[in-house]
Every structure is written in C-alpha cells, then in structure tokens.
C-alpha cells in the first residue's frame, strides 16, 4: 500500500456518531438493551437515548459522558476515542432540558432533592405533634393547655421570656469522612496541607477511602469529583462537583464538607491551568 493510500485510510472515521457505533458494537456482540443495562446498571430508557444519539436528552452531561464509557467498556470499544466523541456531539448539540414523566427507582437524576425529604420530615412532626395533643386533651383534660393569665400575668410572663437566653445550638455532628469510588479506573490522590500524601490509587469500582483522623489540612486531587460518593459519620454530603472538570487542592475535612452541605451547590475549586 502507497504512502497516499495509508493517509487516505487512516483519514476515513468509523461511520456514524456515537450512539451508532454503541448500537453496532452490541449487535454485534450478540447482546440485546435488557442484557446491557442487566451488565452495566444503567437504566435502559437511557441506553437507548444514548443509541438513538440524543446525548443532550440526558439529565446532565455528567451521565452522557460516564455511560458512554461504561457502556463502551461492555461492549469492547476504546473507552477514551468514546468520550472524546461524546463530548464533541455534545459540544455541537443544543442544551435541552426534558422533564421526566415519572420516577424510575435506581435513575439518579429522579432522586427526590434532600430540601423535599426535610420538608416531609418536618410535615410528619407536626402531624405527630398535633395527634399527640389532641389525644392528650381528649383523654387527660388536666394536661392540656393552662388558663389564659390575666394582662398583668400575661406581661410578667412575656418579661421572663424574653429575659431568658436562647439556648445554644449543637453543632452539627462529625465524624469519619470517607470517599468511595462509584465508577471503575477513578484516579485520586489525598494529601495533607504539607504535601505529603495520605493516599493515592486509581480506584475501582467500591473502593473506598477514610481520611485520617490525625491528618491536618487534609485535600483531595481527582479528574472524576463526579464519580466520589462522600460520607461524613455516616452522612451522605454532596460531591464535590457534579461536572467532569479536575479538582485539586479542595479541602475535605469533616468541617469543611459539612459547611459545603449546608450552603447552595457549585463546583468545586478547580485546578489552576498552570499545572
């Protein structure tokens, strides 16, 4: 073969986008949808969004891109060529919004927002409550509400309250802070605010990582904050981004993560581009 005809070859792409090249793969694979969302945990509406090439139809390009690759692992493709793919469609295509017709459970993007289960658990203790006072005065009239005092008892009672200081509040528990890796080949360094490292692994799927109690500074350098669940004693605290962007010098102490929990999500600090 000429040195012409080799150029020609080579400047040929595979046929057909993304979606098209997944779709053939599996086919040829001998695989049906139900086999790969059974293999990959993906739900099968969103395998075949991502056939059918509207990648902008997914919830976020966070999950175009993750289950693009996953999925291009499954059926044998070259992981990295399918990412740089996806986020080139994605580039190129119009950013539009669909609102799920109904909850799927295992779908994260249906997951009720934590602002609805606080306002639920509120809602169910005032029911509690207000059963528990009806019930109270129903049946044991002598614990009910006491008399209504007189205007001048009334005033010296409101004196007293407002002479008596509010009491402190608790502040928010801590505890072991640890980082568990939900997607396979996630590369992570921990490191304290000296430099030294605490940790560093290209995590698998599972794996998972508990911060020091002795460390000072401690802080995360990762290209995946999307694919690190992260737990402070126990408790779920966001991510440290959403967004497929690298990370570094982030601070993931218990108190910094719980700080980052309570206040509106944003992305994380990224990496300066200077290296």
Not at 11 to 36: C, F, I, S, T, Y
Not at 159 to 183: D, K, R
Request: charged share 25%.
């Amino acid at each position: 073969m000429s040195d012409e005809e080799t150029l020609e070859h080579e400047a040929v792409p595979e046929a057909g986008g993304v979606g098209a090249r997944l779709k053939r793969a599996r086919e040829q694979a001998g695989l049906d949808l139900e086999q790969v969302a059974a293999e990959t945990r993906i739900p099968q509406r969103h395998l075949l969004t991502i056939e059918e090439g509207a990648l902008t139809d997914l919830p976020a390009r966070t999950y175009a891109v993750g289950f693009s690759r996953t999925y291009a692992r499954l059926v044998g493709l070259d992981e990295r060529e399918i990412v740089d793919q996806v986020r080139e469609e994605l580039a190129q295509g119009n950013d539009r919004s669909v609102t799920p017709a109904k909850f799927e459970p295992g779908d994260p993007a249906r997951v009720p927002g934590r602002g609805l289960a606080w306002f639920a658990l509120f809602a169910a203790v005032l029911l509690m409550g207000g059963i528990y006072a009806f019930y109270s005065s129903y049946f044991a009239p002598g614990l009910g509400p006491a008399p209504l005092k007189g205007p001048e008892e009334q005033v010296a009672a409101n004196a007293q309250g407002a002479a008596t200081p509010a009491p402190a509040q608790t502040p928010a528990a801590t505890g072991p802070v640890v980082f568990t890796s939900e997607m396979d080949d996630t590369w992570v360094k921990f490191y304290d605010s000296k430099g030294d490292r605490l940790f560093e692994a290209q995590m698998a799927k599972g794996d998972s990582f508990t911060i020091p109690a002795d460390a000072e500074g401690p802080q995360v350098w990762t290209g995946r904050p999307y694919a690190l669940a992260i737990t402070v004693g126990g408790r779920a605290v966001p991510k440290l981004s959403e967004a497929d962007e690298i990370i570094k010098d982030v601070p993931v102490t218990a108190e910094a993560l719980l700080a980052r929990a309570d206040q509106p999500a944003g992305p994380a600090t990224p990496a300066p581009s200077g290296g």
